[in-house]
């Protein structure tokens, strides 16, 4: 496969597996009626997926293509088939494409003005650096510093006791004072 192709579908695979769930099983809901449900995904989901897919992907990409535009009504299609809508009006399927490739269009639209307007206002932001606090390597060692002695081993056996615990853990302590 071509590389400049296989890298434009890996660009463009999260918002083709969004429409298609979304194009795919929201017709599980409808049934066969026209009723409320019917209604609400065909002019509120179905159009809202395709202007939010095709807008996140042009804020998000650097090029304007108009073929993710083709992606809701092509999924709509199959789905028409795959369901059965076509029997009911063949007109309606094909105004209902039509619609979603325009709302599909407006969400590339919207994109455009949304990247023009915050091109110029977002500030630059600098990564932060780590800022080293209380370190000097080049100072001399402070005055009560005492090296352990590491022939003497604070680890503790079998044979320890609670009393050789809290012995050695008030021997921890004392050192630190």
């Not at 108009?66 to 105004?95: E, H, K, Q, T």
Request: one cysteine or more.
């Amino acid at each position: 496969m071509d590389d400049k192709l296989e890298k434009k579908l890996k660009e463009l695979l999260p918002y083709i597996i969004i429409e298609a769930i979304i194009f795919f099983l929201m017709p599980l809901f409808m049934g066969h009626s026209e009723g409320a449900a019917t209604y609400i995904i065909q002019v509120g989901v179905f159009p809202l997926t395709a202007i939010g897919c095709c807008l996140f992907y042009r804020l998000k990409s650097r090029k304007s293509e108009i073929y993710i535009c083709f992606i809701a009504p092509l999924f709509y299609a199959i789905a028409a088939l795959l369901y059965g809508m076509w029997r009911d009006s063949a007109i309606n399927v094909l105004v209902y494409m039509a619609s979603y490739f325009v709302c599909g269009y407006l969400g590339l639209l919207l994109g455009d003005v949304l990247r023009k307007k915050t091109r110029g206002k977002m500030p630059a932001v600098k990564p932060a650096s780590p800022k080293r606090v209380n370190v000097t390597e080049d100072g001399p060692a402070p005055e009560n510093f005492k090296a352990e002695d590491p022939e003497k081993d604070l680890s503790l056996d079998t044979s320890t006791t609670e009393d050789d615990v809290e012995a050695l853990l008030k021997a921890i302590h004392n050192r630190k004072s």
